[in-house]
């Protein structure tokens, strides 16, 4: 079923997790942003905006799993576009989002 219709602004998903209170977060490449998905009613329900638009994956980590991890590409980027977005390719750590991810599942070999 479709669980929500991305904003033009939003542009296009790529890595997502899910927080402990089971929202989808969703990492939005050439987006700029995180944003935060109630999939019950379909909903954006919070965004986070970072400083290089080509976001590619969102992860939740620390002691308390409540850093999120978000990462970001700089592949197809030219020398121009580059010296426009510094901060392309770099992984950005988010605090107080208010909000706690999960521990990853693991399983036995």
């Not at 576009?81 to 989002?97: N, S, W």
Request: hydrophobic share 35%.
């Amino acid at each position: 079923r479709l669980l929500y219709h991305l904003e033009k602004e939003e542009q296009m998903p790529d890595g997502m997790c899910i927080d402990a209170e089971g929202k989808l977060w969703v990492a939005c490449i050439d987006g700029g942003r995180v944003i935060r998905i109630d999939p019950e009613t379909g909903k954006r329900i919070q965004t986070v905006r970072l400083p290089t638009p080509r976001i590619t994956s969102c992860c939740f980590g620390g002691k308390d799993y409540s850093e999120m991890y978000v990462t970001s590409a700089y592949d197809g980027l030219d020398e121009a576009a580059l010296a426009k977005e510094p901060h392309a390719g770099e992984i950005f750590k988010i605090t107080g989002l208010g909000v706690k991810g999960i521990p990853q599942n693991f399983y036995a070999a």
